[in-house]
Nanobody, 125 residues
Framework: QVQVAESGGGLVQAGGSLSLSCVVRGFSSDLFHVAWFRQAPGKERELAAAIHWNIDNTYHADSVKGRFTISRDNAKKTVYLQMNKLKPEDSGVYSC??????????????????WGRGTQVTVSS
């Protein structure tokens, strides 16, 4: 049984940094990838960043490129999202999701089978 669980988040001033962690357990192979989605109030859920488990391939949305970095520690079964130079528009619920895939990244959240509960990120101006 696949389990996904986030931690981190909180309140930070604009320009500050936060780090999110996502532990992923239960996949029977390494052919999957993990994504961070975010959703602001009244807006659709959007893909912020994603990483494959078995190859060094990452994706960062244009809105976070240069400020956010996704990484992983396979031994700890954990994916990280380091968020720097945060802006008020980065506020929202950040959710970790996983899906089986050997290549490519998918922006449609409906394609992801496994989700964490989400964690709130609030950036004050």
């Amino acid at each position: 049984q696949v389990q996904v669980a986030e931690s981190g988040g909180g309140l930070v001033q604009a320009g500050g940094s936060l780090s999110l962690s996502c532990v992923v357990r239960g996949f029977s192979s390494d052919l999957f990838h993990v994504a961070w989605f975010r959703q602001a109030p009244g807006k659709e859920r959007e893909l912020a960043a994603a990483i494959h488990w078995n190859i060094d391939n990452t994706y960062h949305a244009d809105s976070v490129k240069g400020r956010f970095t996704i990484s992983r520690d396979n031994a700890k079964k954990t994916v990280y999202l380091q968020m720097n130079k945060l802006k008020p528009e980065d506020s929202g619920v950040y959710s970790c999701a996983a899906m089986r895939a050997s290549s490519g990244f998918f922006a449609d959240p409906h394609q992801y089978n496994y989700w964490g509960r989400g964690t709130q990120v609030t950036v004050s101006s």
